[in-house]
């Protein structure tokens, strides 16, 4: 069965505190990898979308990567804006179904 | 450019009602899913409207309905309403060019007392 599984849970940081937050993924074939903002109360906000192994994506402070079994949002030097929760999500070849994370919580102290 | 736009953005039911929630797709887009998003959880697939035919559905019962109209927009229907079914409702649409990337609404938040 297709699933996705975010760690950790919820991430502490300090301002200007560089991490990574990951995404195991099992699905039968992958059509594409997804990774969303969400604030609290809104709807998610697209980040970034990764279609095969080996591919990377860029936007200001985040960069998205991916390989064959998980992908990762790597953080550099976070502002207290960046806190949110962050939501990865899979879609596979056979359907149009996007599976979610539960998300990983940030906290970003300035 | 028009993003994806919900109504209502609350709303209050009582157990046994019906509701009806209302989604317009970003401008370009012609796909729409719908998600129930749970407090502290990840969205989960309800079901998926294309050419106005239900495309997939996720694990849900009869109780959750659809429609998709000729201009693209979207209804979910709730009917016999659990205090369960308390949650946030997403809707999001995809389009040509980027099929599979999906852009969300605000949500409606319903909650059943």
């Known amino acids: 069965e297709d699933q996705v599984t975010q760690s950790p849970e919820a991430l502490r940081l300090q301002e200007g505190e560089s991490s990574s937050l990951n995404c195991s993924y099992t699905v039968s074939g992958l059509r594409g990898l997804f990774w969303y903002r969400q604030d609290p109360g809104k709807g998610p906000e697209f980040l970034f979308t990764?279609?095969?192994a080996g591919e990377e994506k860029e936007k200001e402070r985040l960069k998205a990567t991916l390989t064959k079994k998980e992908s990762f949002l790597h953080i550099t030097a976070p502002k207290p804006e960046d806190s949110a929760t962050y939501l990865c999500?899979?879609?596979?070849?056979?359907?149009?179904?996007?599976?979610f994370g539960a998300g990983t919580r940030l906290f970003v102290k300035a | 450019d028009a993003g994806v736009t919900q109504s209502p953005t609350h709303l209050i039911k009582t157990r046994g009602q019906q509701v009806t929630l209302r989604c317009s797709p970003k401008s370009g887009h012609d796909t729409v899913s719908w998600y129930q998003q749970a407090l502290g959880q990840g969205p989960q697939f309800i079901f998926q409207y294309y050419e106005e035919e239900e495309r997939q559905r996720g694990n849900f019962p009869d109780r959750f309905s659809g429609h998709q109209f000729p201009n693209y927009s979207s209804e979910l229907n709730v009917n016999a309403l659990l205090l369960g079914d308390s949650a946030l409702y997403l809707c999001?649409?995809?389009?040509?060019?980027?099929?599979?990337?999906?852009?969300f609404g605000p949500g409606t938040r319903l909650l059943v007392l």
């Open positions: 999500a899979v879609q596979h070849t056979g359907g149009f179904k996007t599976i």
């Open positions: 999001a649409s995809s389009g040509t060019g980027d099929r599979e990337t999906q852009y």
């Open positions: 990764l279609y095969s």
